[in-house]
């Protein structure tokens, strides 16, 4: 079957993507720094805003950002890992059957990391909760790390490079596996969100 670039990743997920790592890099410079604080909360509502944002576009998104595209049982993750050893890689034009436990993974961290740092900061309860903020935090990086060198063997066994394809939306199918619409003005409105949100905290 003839394949060639189709559109796979909608802009909202795109932009989620970039926006959930460079929040997160930039929450991870600024967490030891009295000074910096504000911008570390703040940049913490974004995280978590984000999150929230993903899980409704988990069902309300574009079929490859969809749950139900991604979110498979352990036989199917068995049969992708047995691909990769046999040297018959399974292509998936969405996320792989691991990479979608992976997808899981982080948000869930996330919205952990997310929510013990909100009630670290608002005081809701003791040392315990700074602690599992700081864990989940640190558990996080430790799978942004591993994401993203998983993302580097990926690219590297399927021909593919599939940080690129995170920002065109692009990747290699067959024309009837392609999503029809970028979904700009979702798109749009996450940007108006987040830059209204940002303009709102700094007054
Ligand atoms: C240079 C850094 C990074 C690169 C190159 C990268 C690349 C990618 C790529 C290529 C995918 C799609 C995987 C696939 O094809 O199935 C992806 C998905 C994802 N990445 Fe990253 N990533 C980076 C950093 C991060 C960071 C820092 C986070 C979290 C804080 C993150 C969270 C996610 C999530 C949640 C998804 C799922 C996207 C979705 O379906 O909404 N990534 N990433």
Known sequence: MKTERILVW???????????????AAAWLTADSERWIDV?????YTFAGLI???????????R??????????????????????????????????AGGWAVLALLGLGAVTAL????????YGGHW????????ASAMLALVFVHIGAVL???FIHRENLARAMVTGLKHGIA?????????????ALVVAVVGFWSGAFQ
């Not at 909760?129 to 989940?136: P, Q, S």
Request: proline share 5%; net charge neutral.
């Open 10 to 24: 909608d802009l909202p997920t795109r932009l989620f993507h970039w926006l959930l790592a460079g929040t997160f």
């Open 40 to 44: 570390h909360v703040m940049l913490g």
């Open 52 to 62: 929230a944002f993903r899980l409704v576009w988990g069902f309300v998104g574009t």
């Open 64 to 97: 490859y950002a969809r749950f139900s595209s991604f979110v498979s049982g352990p036989g199917a993750v068995m049969r992708y890992f047995k691909s990769i050893l046999t040297l018959q890689p399974e292509h998936h034009v969405g996320h792989n059957p």
């Open 116 to 123: 013990s740092g909100y009630a670290t900061y608002d005081d």
């Open 129 to 136: 909760l700074e602690e599992l903020h700081e864990g989940a």
């Open 153 to 155: 063997i990926s690219s």
């Open 176 to 188: 009837s596996e392609a999503i029809r619409r970028p979904r700009w003005i979702a798109a749009g």
